[in-house]
């Protein structure tokens, strides 16, 4: 993650996505996932691995 330039703010954004994933409950639905895949989506495109 430092390599594509991500810094302690991300790793806090981070570090929150992954306990929202984590604390899901199955039974509510997918929304909850479908938000947290939204949100690492947008922050992988904001730093990319393989920048051209």
């Known amino acids: 993650m430092t ?3 991500m810094r302690e703010a991300e790793m ?3 570090a929150g ?3 929202k994933a984590v604390r899901t409950d199955p ?3 997918t929304s909850t996932l479908s938000d947290v895949r939204s949100e690492v989506t947008e ?3 904001a ?3 393989y920048p051209r």
């Open 47 to 49: 730093f990319p691995a």
């Open 12 to 14: 806090r954004q981070i």
């Open 27 to 29: 039974a509510a639905g």
């Open 17 to 19: 996505l992954i306990a």
């Open 3 to 5: 390599t594509q330039g």
């Open 43 to 45: 922050l992988v495109r």
